[in-house]
């Protein structure tokens, strides 16, 4: 008893059946249909063992009571329970099927299994219903692999192409473990998970990890034409994890296609007042009979049917005797939107009746506040009746004549529509512009941009006016117009041209403009606030500190604080003065004073004995200034160095650039030793000496002959020079040597010529 129960949950697969017998006795079993000219293929098992056969689901949850089952393995080996992996087909010679392969565009399958037959169908639609099973339906594995399988028709006998039916419903996606699945968590997201149906445990009807909910195949056919089908599924890439087509016992049916069903949720159904006219397409018939919601219809017997209600319509059609054919259609239907007769008024400053309309501020009126509605607009009723010459601009639409009419044409989600009328009126401007914002710019940037609030004036613009306005703040009187571009946070709003700028409020109730305000926008600048000046303060003075003299008020930021508007100082620092000019607003300026002062002394450092105009003169200045230099009063230079001087007397003086006076001056000797002298008597070049030696006084000079011994010195506190004479007498004329020692320790040595 127990075996038996247990048994009896799963189904039981016979694999002795030929093709003829799963064709005829099994799948069609119909008389609609001839079917002729069977074959069947699988793998070579061995022992009559076969990859297809007969399945019994009775007494199970199994969806099918009895069908074929296609493999990629034993047929046997797909009953329950599912406690093994089936992994068949390894060890034998099993190919795949190159039209499977065609249909699915791939190019490695193999363990084919292949059931084939050629049909006569009497009706005009075929259909069949069958379910995939599939040991690939486990952990990560349907993102990435599939058996595949096909169910192929065409035309027997014809090179025509075949036509794989085994696809997601309304789709061509062939119907594979990767393409119908759910989300794999952390893998891959959902395919068609629609039709997917459950992962297995163990006790289920059958071996495999899961399966996808029945579906339909459909195709359809001419009546009285021969047609081939190949049911093929084979394995792809592997023999690994075996599939299982399922194909539901009798369920190969001529049928009689009346369309598709039109239904909100597909969304298509019929419109309000709409007609469908049903044809069962065949004009030569026993007989007709056509039901609604199940029941027959009287009088309706023939091909054709109008549909005016919703309902289940159906019709039976007795093809040749013993043949009939059925199709069935659900019909749902849905309401237009209302028709809506409104006006649209806008703001007219002129009082001509012509303005500029944003014809979509009617949208909420005709459309009941429902968004899902599409709204276009035209100038004649025909026009939005037929969606043509639909208007060019909704939004900035310029009137023809006062109380012009213009047409919505409202359409719903699913294509029905309604025409509604909408009258362009005008009102009058008759509001009250506003007092003016005025604003200093106190931010951190003096650029006239600064940050205020408008709806501090809408009390003063809706003053007077009936309580229920509104109104919206615009940066052109266009958009105002038009309703569009509103500015997003009026109570914070940055002017967007610097200084001085009008915005537009439209006051409005719904889509009705009442007017529209001009608001003024003053935003006044201090005008160089935060400057800091830098004053010099030369030592022992005073300087004077004057903003100057537009401000009404001046606080000074100093020990003891002062209002002038000057004040004096004799000590350098900062000083810092807040200001208000005339128009209230208040910035600041930061003075700070430098101690500057004339130079006081000075040293300087010679480079001279070069023999030529290479020599130069450095200054060394004593004082708190900032000086320049000059050899001539006139002509200044920053650097205290002058350079390429010839030999003599120079003044060079010191001026403070920032005004302390007087200017330091002194005067200063470049020297250099004559190469020859002429004691001969005739009063010129009589001695040999160094032009202004006494302005340096520590200057050393010793002569010596040629042979080294010393002939005389000086210095410069007696510098009247060497007259050619030793001890009274006369020396030779020839070349004599010297050295020149420099106050710095630097000693010049050279040689002259002693001419008579």
């Known amino acids: 008893m127990l075996s038996y129960k247990a048994s009896a949950q799963y189904i039981q697969v016979?694999?002795?059946?030929?093709?003829?017998?799963?064709?005829?006795?099994?799948?069609?079993?119909?008389?609609?249909?001839?079917?002729?000219?069977?074959?069947?293929?699988?793998?070579?098992?061995?022992?009559?063992?076969?990859?297809?056969?007969?399945?019994?689901?009775?007494?199970?949850?199994?969806?099918?009571?009895?069908?074929?089952?296609?493999?990629?393995?034993?047929?046997?080996?797909?009953?329950?329970?599912?406690?093994?992996?089936?992994?068949?087909?390894g060890n034998i010679n099993w190919p795949g099927d190159n039209d499977l392969e065609d249909a699915l565009n791939i190019n490695n399958s193999i363990n084919a299994t292949i059931l084939e037959f050629d049909f006569v169908p009497l009706g005009n639609k075929i259909s069949f219903d069958?379910?995939?099973?599939?040991?690939?339906?486990?952990?990560?594995?349907?993102?990435?692999?599939?058996?595949?399988?096909?169910?192929?028709?065409?035309?027997?006998?014809?090179?025509?192409?075949?036509?794989?039916?085994?696809?997601?419903?309304n789709t061509d996606i062939p119907v594979k473990v990767t393409s119908v699945r759910p989300t794999i968590p952390g893998a891959c997201s959902a395919q068609n998970e629609e039709y997917f149906d459950a992962f297995n445990g163990s006790e289920h009807p059958t071996n495999f990890n899961g399966q996808t909910k029945v579906m339909q195949a459909q195709a359809s056919v001419t009546p009285g034409v021969q047609y081939h089908i190949k049911l093929v599924i084979a394995d792809e890439g592997n023999y690994r994890y075996d599939s299982a087509?399922?194909?539901?016992?009798?369920?190969?049916?001529?049928?009689?296609?009346?369309?598709?069903?039109?239904?909100?949720?597909?969304?298509?159904?019929?419109?309000?007042?709409?007609?469908?006219?049903?044809?069962?397409?065949?004009?030569?018939?026993?007989?007709?009979?056509?039901?609604?919601?199940?029941?027959?219809?009287?009088?309706?017997?023939?091909?054709?049917?109008?549909?005016?209600?919703?309902?289940?319509?159906?019709?039976?059609?007795?093809?040749?005797?013993?043949?009939?054919?059925?199709?069935?259609?659900?019909?749902?239907?849905?309401?237009?939107?209302?028709?809506?007769?409104?006006?649209?008024?806008?703001?007219?400053?002129?009082?001509?009746?012509?303005?500029?309309?944003?014809?979509?501020?009617?949208?909420?009126?005709?459309?009941?506040?429902?968004?899902?509605?599409?709204?276009?607009?035209?100038?004649?009723?025909?026009?939005?009746?037929?969606?043509i010459d639909r208007l060019p601009s909704y939004t900035a639409y310029n009137n023809n004549i006062p109380n012009q009419e213009v047409y919505a044409r409202v359409q719903n989600e699913f294509g029905c529509y309604s025409v509604s009328t909408i009258t362009l009126t005008t009102s009058a401007n008759g509001v009250t512009n506003p007092t003016p914002i005025t604003s200093c710019d106190e931010d951190d940037t003096e650029d006239g941009f600064y940050t205020i609030d408008l709806t501090q004036r809408n009390d003063e613009i809706l003053q007077g006016l009936p309580a229920n306005l509104e109104l919206h703040y615009y940066l052109s009187v266009e958009d105002a117009l038009e309703a569009t571009n509103p500015i997003a946070d009026p109570e914070n709003f940055t002017n967007t041209i610097a200084g001085e700028q009008t915005v537009y409020a439209r006051i409005f109730n719904g889509s009705e403009c009442y007017g529209i305000a001009e608001l003024d926008i003053v935003?006044?600048?201090?005008?160089?606030?935060?400057?800091?000046?830098?004053?010099?303060?030369?030592?022992?003075s005073t300087v004077t500190l004057n903003p100057g003299s537009e401000f009404t008020s001046y606080i000074w930021d100093t020990e003891t604080t002062q209002t002038t508007q000057t004040i004096t100082v004799n000590t350098p620092g900062t000083y810092t003065v807040t200001l208000t000019n005339s128009l209230g607003c208040i910035g600041t300026r930061t003075y700070t004073v430098l101690l500057s002062g004339r130079a006081t002394n000075a040293t300087t450092v010679i480079e001279d004995f070069t023999g030529g105009n290479s020599n130069s003169i450095s200054i060394l200045p004593e004082g708190e200034g900032d000086y320049e230099y000059s050899l001539d009063g006139v002509t200044y230079q920053d650097s205290p160095t002058f350079t390429g001087l010839a030999t003599g007397e120079y003044i060079y003086y010191i001026r403070d650039k920032n005004g302390c006076n007087p200017i330091y001056t002194d005067e200063v000797y470049?020297?250099?030793?004559?190469?020859?002298?002429?004691?001969?008597?005739?009063?010129?070049?009589?001695?040999?000496?160094?032009?202004?030696?006494?302005?340096?006084?520590?200057?050393?000079?010793?002569?010596f002959d040629r042979f080294g011994k010393i002939v005389t010195g000086f210095n410069g506190r007696q510098s009247n020079g060497w007259d050619g004479k030793l001890l009274g007498k006369n020396l030779p004329a020839t070349d004599y040597w010297f050295t020149i020692n420099l106050e710095n320790g630097k000693t010049i040595k050279g040689h002259f010529a002693l001419i008579r």
Request: net charge negative; proline share 5%.
């Open 670 to 703: 470049i020297l250099d030793y004559p190469k020859f002298f002429t004691p001969n008597g005739d009063g010129v070049n009589e001695t040999w000496r160094i032009p202004f030696l006494n302005s340096r006084p520590s200057i050393q000079v010793t002569i």
């Open 523 to 540: 935003i006044y600048t201090f005008g160089n606030n935060g400057a800091e000046d830098e004053i010099y303060l030369c030592d022992g």
């Open 14 to 89: 016979d694999d002795s059946y030929t093709a003829q017998e799963l064709v005829e006795n099994v799948l069609v079993n119909s008389p609609c249909a001839s079917v002729s000219n069977f074959t069947v293929s699988g793998g070579n098992f061995g022992n009559g063992v076969q990859s297809y056969g007969y399945f019994s689901g009775s007494g199970t949850s199994f969806p099918f009571n009895n069908g074929i089952v296609l493999s990629t393995g034993r047929a046997t080996e797909t009953e329950g329970p599912n406690t093994s992996l089936l992994d068949d087909g």
């Open 130 to 169: 069958y379910m995939l099973s599939s040991e690939e339906y486990h952990d990560t594995a349907p993102c990435n692999y599939s058996d595949g399988f096909a169910f192929l028709l065409k035309e027997a006998n014809t090179d025509a192409p075949y036509q794989n039916l085994a696809v997601v419903p």
């Open 245 to 387: 087509i399922f194909l539901g016992g009798g369920s190969f049916d001529v049928i009689t296609d009346l369309g598709p069903d039109r239904l909100v949720s597909t969304g298509n159904p019929l419109c309000e007042d709409e007609v469908l006219e049903l044809n069962t397409g065949y004009d030569n018939a026993l007989s007709y009979q056509w039901y609604k919601d199940g029941n027959a219809m009287a009088g309706e017997t023939t091909t054709n049917y109008t549909i005016t209600t919703p309902g289940v319509y159906s019709v039976i059609v007795e093809l040749t005797t013993g043949c009939s054919t059925e199709g069935e259609v659900t019909i749902e239907y849905t309401t237009n939107p209302d028709v809506v007769t409104t006006s649209l008024i806008q703001c007219d400053d002129n009082n001509d009746g012509l303005t500029t309309f944003n014809l979509e501020l009617a949208n909420p009126v005709v459309t009941n506040n429902d968004d899902t509605y599409s709204v276009t607009y035209y100038e004649n009723y025909t026009d939005a009746e037929n969606d």
